[in-house]
C-alpha cells in the first residue's frame, strides 16, 4: 500500500515534468525558427543593400554614358557641317 501511496504520488510529479519537457522543446522550436527567419531577414537586407548599390552604379555609369553620346554627337555634328560632303548644295535648284 505504501509503495503504490510512493508511484501515485511520483505520477503528477513525472507528468508535469513531461509537460515541461513539452513546453522546452516547443520553446526551443520557436527559437530556432524566429533565429531562422532572422538569419533570412538579414540576408534580404543585405540583397537588397546590394542591389541598391548596384542601381546606383547602372544609374551613374548611364548618366556618364549619355553624357559622353552629347559629346561624341556635337562632334559629329561639327564634323558634318565642316565636311564639304555633307554640306547641302543649290545646284540641282538653280539648274532648273
Do not use: C, W
Given at each position: ?19 515541461m519537457?513539452?513546453?522546452e ?10 533565429t ?35 559629346v ?25
Open positions: 500500500s505504501r509503495k503504490l501511496s510512493l508511484e501515485v504520488e511520483r505520477a503528477p510529479s513525472t507528468m508535469m515534468n513531461a509537460d519537457d513539452a513546453v522543446a516547443e520553446n526551443q522550436v520557436e527559437l530556432e525558427e524566429k531562422r527567419l532572422i538569419n533570412q531577414v538579414l540576408e534580404l537586407q543585405h540583397t537588397l543593400e546590394d542591389l541598391s548599390a548596384r542601381v546606383d552604379a547602372v544609374k551613374e555609369e548611364n548618366l556618364k554614358l549619355k553624357s559622353e553620346n552629347q561624341l554627337g556635337q562632334y559629329i555634328e561639327n564634323l558634318m557641317s565642316a565636311s564639304s560632303v555633307f554640306q547641302t548644295t543649290d545646284t540641282k535648284s538653280k539648274r532648273k
